[in-house]
């Protein structure tokens, strides 16, 4: 397990899509994550996707590598994050069902 663990850390850390700024997705506020993942999409010039998907891509993989690790506020934070990334890219957020 420590090996998936450093892993998906190696990912978060060096990726190709997007060099992230330190603790970004430990911040507490959903739209504070997204503005921080909306500027390094934009500014990276590694990414290979438009900012947006690499941006959204980061969040999910971030969300689904923690797993059961999350507390349940922190992925709920993590979750609105999505929303709001959405809306810093002039999407419509997520209809709810």
Sequence with gaps: MA??????QDVTEHSDALDLRRGV???????????????????????KASPFRSAMSMLTFYINRAGDQLSDSRRATLEKAKDELRKAFGRKPKAKH
């Design 25 to 47: 997705f430990r911040q507490g506020s959903a739209k504070k994550i997204a503005q921080s993942l909306k500027r390094s999409a934009e500014d990276s010039d590694r990414r």
């Design 3 to 8: 090996n998936a663990r450093k892993w998906s």
